[in-house]
């Protein structure tokens, strides 16, 4: 994403022209501006204390003047001079205005009081990038690093956020466009001139290679060997050589989620479970409250005898059950009994 906006910034740089500053108020000043851009050179505090300055690309006089008047400028069509600031702007670099330039500043009784030469250089800025990977026998790969456009590119890499070591290198080296590792990870390339900053990354891996280091039937065996082939050191004492990433953490906090969402679910419907069972124990264990009528015993009266029977003649009430709420039972129950009346 990073390399793709830096691209799109070059390339609306090259379009639009990419604008770079320069002070040349020291001698020997080295400045850049990109094809097609603007530069802006300082050339002094300002103008309008000098009496009389030209500026060179010998032996071509490309600006002079004095003070605040500018007398010649033979690139007026893209340039202007600000004399109050000493600034001057080309516009529309070409390949042509790469030179030394001599300034040569005068007082009013046309003594040369001071010598000044300024480098300009102009350079294509690098419009991208491309990255080739390859493996190689033994699981280490082999990166070119290739820019479109561009003079003078410099290459840089680095793995992972950090700069890339020559100890991390089988070959090349990290100031060439091509190298070979054998490492895993994020790998960066970075292709730069003085006008232009282009990088481009690609996930790397060690094409299926392990790295075996273990003890086995008593001999030492440290070496790369293909994971898809390899019968070495796959006894159970061997580490294994599978390493979490930081890519894994998210599957590995998904599946702890998902099993504990999973628990609390169990949990919550043993409970419930649990809770219906205690309710429907204690709907059973309700005892039903006892209410007895009133019982009268009496003789009955009459001429008529009746067939044999008890000399007493109990008559029972309606007896009535009622359900009650739940108390704690006696030991002994406690029975209300009808007074009983006998009548001769």
């Not at 071509?60 to 069509?77: A, F, Q, T, W, Y």
């Not at 330039?101 to 000044?116: A, F, M, P, V």
């Not at 895993?184 to 900053?197: I, T």
């Not at 409250?289 to 009955?300: G, H, I, S």
Request: hydrophobic share 35%; net charge negative.
């Amino acid at each position: 994403m990073e390399a793709g906006v830096v691209l799109l910034l070059m390339l609306f740089g090259v379009c639009h022209g990419v604008e770079h500053h320069c002070d040349g108020r020291q001698e020997g000043a080295q400045c850049y501006g990109a094809l097609g851009g603007t530069v802006v050179l300082r050339l002094m505090d300002s103008a309008s204390d000098i009496f009389k300055y030209q500026w060179f690309k010998k032996p071509i006089e490309i600006l002079s003047g004095r003070k605040d008047r500018v007398v010649i400028n033979v690139i007026k069509d893209r340039s202007t001079f600000t004399p109050s600031d000493g600034t001057f702007r080309i516009n529309n670099l070409i390949r042509n205005d790469s030179c030394n330039y001599t300034l040569e500043i005068y007082d009013s009784k046309g003594l040369n009081i001071e010598t000044r030469i300024l480098q300009l250089t102009v350079q294509a800025p690098v419009s991208s990038v491309l990255l080739v990977s390859e493996c190689l026998s033994q699981g280490e790969m082999r990166v070119s690093c290739s820019s479109e456009g561009g003079d003078s590119p410099q290459y840089s890499w680095t793995l992972d956020g950090h700069t890339l070591t020559d100890t991390q290198l089988l070959s090349g080296s990290k100031e060439t466009n091509t190298i070979t590792l054998r490492q895993e990870g994020k790998l960066f390339c970075s292709v730069s001139n003085h006008v232009s900053r282009v990088s481009e990354e690609e996930k790397i891996s060690t094409c299926g290679f392990i790295f075996i280091d273990c003890l086995s039937n008593g001999t030492q065996i440290a070496q790369w060997v293909l994971a898809a082939n390899n019968t070495l050191c796959i006894d159970p004492t061997t580490t294994s050589p599978t390493i979490t990433t930081k890519e894994d953490w998210p599957i590995i906090a998904g599946v702890l989620s998902a099993l504990l969402f999973l628990l609390v679910i169990v949990v919550v419907v043993f409970c419930t479970q649990k809770k219906k069972q205690n309710q429907k124990q204690k709907e059973e264990d309700d005892e039903q409250e006892l209410t007895y009528a009133d019982v009268r015993v009496f003789q009955r009266q009459g001429r008529q005898q009746m067939p044999q029977r008890d000399e007493n003649e109990v008559e029972y009430g309606q007896v009535k059950f009622s359900e009650g709420p739940r108390r704690t039972v006696e030991p002994a129950e406690e029975c209300v009994y009808a007074k009983v009346r006998r009548d001769r």
